[in-house]
């Protein structure tokens, strides 16, 4: 049986995931934060009948296996859940509470998460294929200097799933880095006219924002093991974004 286990999969590109992986059979578990009776993850779970939903702070290392034991053997984890800066700014006024909520959130979270799923996919059988995708983000390699501290837990994740992907492929579990660009998600809400505007300018060569479903297109092959060989592979999904132009 096909179980999922999405970060941040109440809302936005997380959202868009579990709905795709739901539609094409699979059982799915949602993790976040926010408590189970706030209303995304109400409106998620009554969108995904049978989904459920575990309550996890990623910060918070000691919640792992509990979480882990709720949702039963996972053979697919999308490592999405993320924070931004807390500020927008001049990274030499960056508080160190803003750059270490971002390395907690998106770096060290991840990873123990991801450790500990992995130790137990190794438990399963081979056959349905197990897979880990890190939503990263073309952060990891392009920079915002008024949220440095965003870019370099992107660039920490990058590494991280190629670890993941060196350690895991003689096990054939693959291992995916999904970097999504100019996102339309409640995270990019808050500047969203900023981002019009440069879109429109030509910023991305596509014309347009990415919706979480461009996201989930992109993850359906790879959790299906259309891809195996290619663990390891780093997929921008950003309308072109990261194309280097003069």
């Not at 509470?97 to 991801?114: E, M, P, Q, T, Y």
């Not at 030509?202 to 461009?214: C, M, N, Q, S, T």
């Amino acid at each position: 049986m096909n179980r999922a286990l999405i970060t941040g999969g109440q809302q936005g590109i997380g959202l868009g995931i579990a709905q795709a992986l739901h539609g094409a059979g699979w059982q799915v578990a949602l993790a976040a934060e926010q408590p189970p009776e706030a209303p995304a993850v109400q409106a998620a779970l009554a969108a995904m009948p049978g989904a459920s939903y575990h309550r996890h702070d990623l910060s918070d290392l000691s919640g792992i296996p509990a979480v882990l034991d709720a949702t039963g053997p996972v053979t697919t984890l999308i490592s999405n859940a993320g924070v931004p800066a807390m500020r927008r700014g001049d990274l030499l006024e960056m508080s160190p509470d803003s750059f270490d909520r971002c390395i907690d959130v998106n770096l060290r979270g991840a990873f123990f998460l991801a450790q500990e799923v992995a130790r137990r996919m190794l438990q399963l059988p081979p056959d349905p294929y197990r897979s880990i995708s890190f939503i990263t983000s073309v952060s990891a390699t392009m920079v915002s200097p008024d949220r440095a501290e965003y870019c370099i837990s992107k660039a920490g994740a990058a590494m991280m799933a190629q670890a993941f992907a060196a350690r895991l492929a003689p096990e054939n579990i693959g291992v995916y880095d999904i970097r999504p660009g100019i996102i339309e998600t409640p995270m990019t809400a808050p500047v969203a006219d900023r981002y019009d505007q440069r879109i429109a300018e030509g910023l991305v060569p596509a014309r347009r924002w990415g919706r979480p479903a461009d996201i989930a297109q992109t993850i359906l092959p790879l959790a299906r093991g259309d891809f195996a060989f290619a663990t390891g592979a780093v997929i921008p999904v950003d309308g072109g974004l990261s194309i280097h132009r003069l």
